[in-house]
């Protein structure tokens, strides 16, 4: 049951400076694109010859639900390798040819399941969880044995790595690490850390720690950097719920308790100064508005809607679009789990359409591109009123846990199998 008290007028100043308003057309650089919201300016085309748009290229990608990052003319992802031993290894390919560059191991590539799971014609396929993230000339990922590396873009070469179990008394979580490095400005983002260094940020050219802070277990959802009230902040999920911290100093800001069974895997979602955070396993979704008080800020509740409907979501965080929630919000639903509407201010469901499984969402312009677990691309209209769907096509085969990227009109799609990139270039 949803529990609701009343919502106050959202603060013009958050708004314009926390908004999620499409990002500019280009790169797409990290996990959900640069800003971790899962949008993009880009208009795309969603008439295409034959039904389908023009294929531009087409690899393997063998295990896991790892995510492409595009930036600078290259295109990166984690992939299983078997050498000595699997190993979790990160790609890089040309953009427009898919060639591959060059390649970089970066920890065993061992899982303790959970990944093969999926609809009954759909499993298998474990492997890496976390997508790389590209800041300037470097490319940066956070492994599923907790090490943080760095690497040149152009030619693989290692620059740092910090190993956040050996060197800051980390403890890896069930299923193992899964978040994805965060970077803004100079500094990289990660949690996993031990008592009183949980919160972690680096100075993204040398690895020096610029602060660690809390004392906190951390969980498999990345953090994302936002500005509330004019202060740039970096959120983490933790097991105690959303943390947020001053991005420069590490200062605490903020705490915002939120239930924690088993995994949670959606990163938090913000527009203005309303903050969603959701989980499965019973724990539901929750919305809180962040407020300036005299001495800092506070987190206030809005609504709460616990258990697996209408809100909750495993590891598909869906996208804010006019204070609407778009995405596959739902618990275990391979195959079948509804694409679906939410009020963002009241957390009540406008509609649901089922068939889209456990995938991923973008929106470009004003068109939502879904990627459905089973390898289809979907064009919707983002509408509170009902699913209007405008044209979709299959991309790829295997399962397909992963988000869409989209960068200079090119849709960037992968599976436990394959990877794909499709001209969807607009005006």
């Not at 929106?363 to 769907?389: H, I, M, N, W, Y």
């Not at 979709?392 to 009109?409: E, H, I, N």
């Amino acid at each position: 049951m949803i529990t609701m008290r009343a919502l106050p007028l959202l603060n013009s100043v958050a708004i314009a400076l926390a908004t999620t308003s499409a990002v500019s057309a280009g790169d797409w650089s990290a996990y959900r694109g640069p800003r971790g919201d899962g949008i993009s300016a880009e208009n795309i085309k969603s008439e295409w010859a034959g039904g389908k748009p023009r294929e531009l290229w087409r690899v393997p990608t063998p295990g896991g639900f790892s995510s492409f990052a595009a930036a600078g003319g290259r295109c990166f992802t984690l992939v299983t390798r078997a050498g000595a031993a699997q190993a979790e290894t990160l790609i890089a390919l040309d953009a427009a040819t898919g060639k591959e560059l060059w390649s970089q191991p970066i920890g065993l590539g061992k899982y303790p399941g959970g990944g093969d799971s999926g609809a009954p014609d759909n499993k298998g396929g474990d492997g890496p969880r976390s997508t790389p993230t590209v800041a300037g000339d470097k490319v940066y990922t956070y492994s599923a044995e907790m090490v943080v590396h760095c690497f040149e873009s152009a030619t693989g070469k290692p620059v740092w790595q910090k190993d956040i179990i050996k060197e800051f008394h980390g403890a890896n979580i069930q299923w193992k690490s899964a978040a994805s490095p965060v970077v803004d400005g100079k500094l990289l983002f990660v949690a996993g850390g031990g008592p009183e260094q949980s919160l972690l940020a680096f100075d993204r050219e040398t690895g020096a720690v610029a602060w660690k802070a809390g004392t906190e277990l951390f969980t498999h959802a990345s953090p994302i950097v936002t500005t509330l009230h004019g202060v740039k902040q970096v959120i983490f999920v933790a097991q105690s719920g959303l943390v947020a911290h001053e991005a420069e100093t590490g200062k605490p800001l903020w705490k915002f308790g939120h239930r924690y069974r088993t995994s949670t895997a959606c990163l938090p979602i913000v527009s203005g100064d309303l903050v969603f955070i959701t989980a499965g396993y019973e724990v539901g979704g929750a919305v809180c508005r962040v407020v300036k008080t005299g001495s800092g800020f506070a987190a206030e509740p809005v609504w709460s809607a616990r258990g697996n409907k209408p809100a909750a979501s495993l590891w598909s965080p869906p996208i804010n679009h006019d204070q609407h929630l778009y995405g596959m919000i739902s618990y275990k639903q391979f195959g079948d789990g509804p694409l679906k509407c939410l009020d963002l201010k009241t957390g009540a469901l406008k509609w649901e359409k089922p068939g889209f499984g456990a995938g991923n969402v973008l929106l470009a312009g004003d068109t939502l591109v879904a990627l459905t677990d089973d390898g289809r691309v979907v064009l919707v209209k983002p509408s509170p009123e009902s699913c209007q769907e405008i044209a979709q096509f299959k991309a790829v085969a295997g399962k397909c846990w992963s988000t869409p990227a989209l960068s200079d009109g090119k849709l960037y799609v992968r599976s436990t199998k394959e990877g794909a990139c499709f001209d969807l270039g607009g005006k």
